[in-house]
């Protein structure tokens, strides 16, 4: 079992900033894949940033220039920081690893809100 808890959601106001924060505990023994997707009520769920296999980054399109992800992966630690907040980045955000040496599976944590708002 891997345990994902994450942190730092909350409500703030248009063109403010939040960090998110997500730790990994369990039986973790290689992270390969890790990031963050998010979902609003009512909506599918969408890629914002991740850590590809390799190490090199992906961002969704809507976040470039705003958030920022990193990792470590030392502490089982994945973050994203959150600049320049809209309406439309409003939803719940969830992180995930992708976990295992050579068998990989996908671990979630429960999400976290952040509302954007005036």
């Known amino acids: 079992q891997v345990h994902l808890v994450e942190s730092g959601g909350g409500s703030v106001r248009p063109g403010e900033s939040l960090t998110l924060s997500c730790e990994g505990s369990g039986s973790i023994s290689s992270l390969k894949q890790l990031g963050w997707y998010r979902q609003a009520p009512g909506k599918e769920r969408e890629l914002v940033a991740r850590?590809?296999?390799?190490?090199?980054?992906e961002y969704a399109d809507f976040v470039k220039d705003r958030f920022t992800i990193s990792r470590d992966t030392t502490k089982n630690t994945l973050s994203l920081r959150m600049n320049s907040l809209k309406s439309e980045d409003t939803a719940v955000y969830f992180c995930f690893f992708d976990v295992g040496i050579e068998m990989v599976r996908r671990w979630w944590g429960q999400g976290t809100q952040v509302t954007v708002s005036s």
């Open positions: 850590f590809n296999y390799g190490g090199t980054i």
